[in-house]
């Protein structure tokens, strides 16, 4: 009876520390973000008395932080549609169509994955200067994309698979090209697949830094990540705007996660437990 | 009339290349070409600025071999990668063990269970960076203050600017960032494990350690060397959480190798010596993938004889 009680005791309390290990560091940046400068240079009082709004007002009117949002999003979501149509497409000939070396092309596809981003960062840097891209939207555009289509590859052609064939074959009897029926068969039943893999991206393109740092030169094409690690702190670093600001950063992918986290999930361990 | 004929006559295989192909075009021009372009670049000794390129063959290799900076950086990350990799898996295992006894004694693991899980995962690098740098703060810094009341530290501690404490700050940070991934992975390997098994194991009277280390471990296996495959290749890479965090200091203390990459290409901007740097990277990080590939294949071998 008491090694009972001791076992739950044990377990409430290792959950309690997992929940904080977890929740704590996002907690403490919330408490930052509404506390007074003068609170921010004492401890205790872990709450501040008065907190304030201040941090959020200054991060929000901030023009150069709004513009690297708006950079983000723009770039978040061109990524987005451009790695899920061509990626979806390439999917559906890999799951489908009758072409040669569809080995081959998934084994590449995957060991791009393992592609340290420094060790392409020479070279596409250059290219993306001789093609006059760069500090434009469109080269991180298309460099997250490139850089998301593996993973997006992967899933969808998983995902296609999984749909009877019978469905794609009564198409094609009926008169459909493939191209009429991926459009009108394939793709209505796959949503919910394509909605994971875009949901992937988005999020692989909103937090990536390296290509974002290299490849933009000013705030024309900074996006938030790059923003607010290069955050202007004149004389003392302002922790309390910076915790604001990384809370903002941070908000859109918190909420796509919360509300979608059971399909990241069921994503990202479809590919890597039953695969 | 002929034209579409031949339009609907078109080859599957035809169709086929057609959709694969502007996908595969990106990938080949922002990532085939320039990981060659790098190959190519780590072969001349390039400095845009003053306009020199010249062939050097492989005298840049020469300098890798014995520059120490280089093999500092390559210790620092083989650290952090081990330290980093062994931690998340035994927490992500503490944490995936936690998460199936209470889908066990609720029948289904509360949903807010697995929001807190997948918050560390979604939160991008450079705020958690940011995050972790207030906490470790010297003065003001919410860790510090932890310890000094519950009396485990006497002064505080200047953790970022502390050597042998800096590239450990980093490391807890990854941990924070990463465990807790790797934990539903473990978690989604355990629920595919057939309940019979531990039945069967009860009614034999076998107890819970036994009956993790002879059903779930074994069983398990694949999805642990998975993990550690995607968390390998992810901590040998690690260049934006250190980067942000501490720079690659105090001194060079934290300076991975993508960092020290970064900074020869677009500090000193030495675009030759600086793709040798990224082609070591790149060679490790395919030597390591082929090792483990290796150990997986003998592993599955073992398994079916």
Known sequence: MIARWVRRGLLALSMVLSVGFCLGPIVWQVITSIKPDADLVRLPPILSATPTAAHYAAVLGDPSLAHSLLNSTVVAAGATGLAITLGGCCAFALARLPIMGKTVILGMVLSITMFPPIAVMSSLYLLVRALGLRDTLLALILTHAAYALPLSIWILTSFFRHIPAVLYQAARVDGCSPLSAFVRVILPIAKPGLAVAALLVFIFSWNEFMFALTLTASEASRTAPVALALFPGLHEIPWGDIAAASLVVTAPVAVLALLFQRHIVAGLTAGSVKG | ?305
Request: without cysteine; glycine residues 8%.
């Open chain 2, 1 to 305: 009339m002929t034209m579409l004929s031949a339009r609907t006559r078109l080859a599957d295989s035809t169709w086929g290349y057609l959709f694969a192909a502007p996908a595969l075009s990106l990938i080949g021009l922002l990532a085939l070409v320039p990981i060659l372009g790098a190959l190519w670049l780590s072969l001349h000794r390039r400095l845009p600025i003053f306009g020199i390129d010249e062939f050097v063959g492989t005298l840049n290799y020469a300098r890798l071999w014995s520059d120490e900076r280089f093999w500092a950086a390559t210790r620092t990350t083989l650290y952090f990668t081990g330290l980093s990799v062994t931690l998340e898996l035994g927490l992500g295992f503490v944490l995936a063990l936690l998460l199936s006894h209470m889908t066990s004694s609720t029948q289904v693991a509360p949903r807010w269970v697995q929001v807190v899980i997948v918050i560390p995962w979604a939160v991008p690098t450079v705020v958690s960076a940011q995050m972790w740098g207030w906490l470790y703060h010297s003065e003001y810094g919410l860790l510090n203050y932890l310890f000094a009341a519950g009396g485990i530290v006497s002064e505080p501690v200047d953790w970022l600017s502390d050597p042998t404490w800096a590239i450990h700050a980093a490391v807890l940070m990854d941990v924070w960032k990463t465990a807790p991934f790797a934990a539903l992975l473990l978690f989604a390997g355990m629920t595919a494990i057939p309940p019979d098994l531990y039945q069967a194991a009860r009614v034999d009277g076998a107890g819970a350690w036994a009956q993790f280390r002879l059903i779930t471990l074994p069983l398990l296996l694949p999805v642990v060397m998975i993990v550690l495959v995607f968390r390998t290749m992810d901590a040998v890479r690690v260049f934006d959480a250190v980067y942000v965090l501490t720079g690659g200091g105090p001194g060079n203390s934290t300076e991975t190798l993508s960092i020290y990459a970064y900074k020869v290409l677009f500090q000193t901007l030495q675009f030759g010596y600086g793709s040798t740097l990224a082609t070591a990277i790149f060679l490790i990080v395919a030597g390591l993938t082929a090792v483990y590939l290796l150990l997986l294949r003998r592993h599955l071998r073992g398994g079916s004889e």
